[in-house]
């Protein structure tokens, strides 16, 4: 079911990309969001934040962007460190090629809340895009690290991590 998902994100896409890695990481990344705020005990969900983060998810997978950031934008002036609102930031910053600013919204998630997996795996895809591949390495590893070292449940992301020396 993911592996539809994630492919659905990519064909309906159209993003100024230019490595097929990025478009995919973004698909995990949406599937690890969706999957993390609906497994959230509801206590811990404010309901404008969560609403304005399925909308911000429900236009980034449409292709959306600009308005899904407004969207995540408004989840964190209710929620100011809501680590899936900062996440949709970072990566519609990426989407549109703003790399170091993606890169610095998605530093300061994992300071925030250093046990937030899928933050680690977009670091080491934004590394990855940059050239870095140490860097990428290091935070691929976090992710797994931060995982509890479960094998990602998507086809295209275990490829990749292994491929990477991560797990």
Same mark, same amino acid.
């Given at each position: 079911m993911h592996y539809k998902v994630i492919r659905m994100q990519i064909s309906f896409m159209k993003l100024p990309c230019s490595k097929p890695v990025v478009l995919i990481a973004m698909g995990v990344v949406v599937i690890l969001i969706l999957n993390a705020v609906?497994? %959230? @005990? #509801?206590?811990?969900? %404010? @309901?404008?934040?969560?609403?304005?983060?399925? &909308?911000?998810? /429900? /236009? *980034? /997978?449409?292709g959306k962007v600009g308005s899904a950031e407004k969207h995540y934008q408004k989840a964190l002036k209710v929620e100011p460190n809501n680590p899936y609102a900062m996440m949709g930031v970072g990566q519609c910053l990426s989407s549109r090629g703003k790399t170091?600013? #993606? %890169?610095?919204?998605?530093?300061?998630?994992? &300071? /925030?809340? @250093?046990? *937030?997996? @899928? #933050?680690?795996?977009?670091?080491?895809? %934004?590394?990855?895009? &940059?050239?870095?591949?140490?860097q990428a390495k290091h935070f691929y590893r976090q992710y797994v690290e931060k995982s509890g070292g479960k094998i990602p449940p998507v086809p295209e992301m275990r490829l990749k991590l292994r491929h990477m020396g991560a797990f």
């Open positions: 609906s497994s %959230l @005990p #509801a206590e811990s969900k %404010l @309901p404008a934040a969560s609403d304005e983060i399925e &909308k911000a998810t /429900q /236009q *980034f /997978q449409s170091d600013e #993606a %890169l610095d919204v998605m530093h300061r998630l994992t &300071k /925030q809340h @250093p046990g *937030f997996a @899928p #933050a680690y795996y977009t670091l080491g895809t %934004l590394y990855e895009t &940059k050239g870095d591949i140490d």
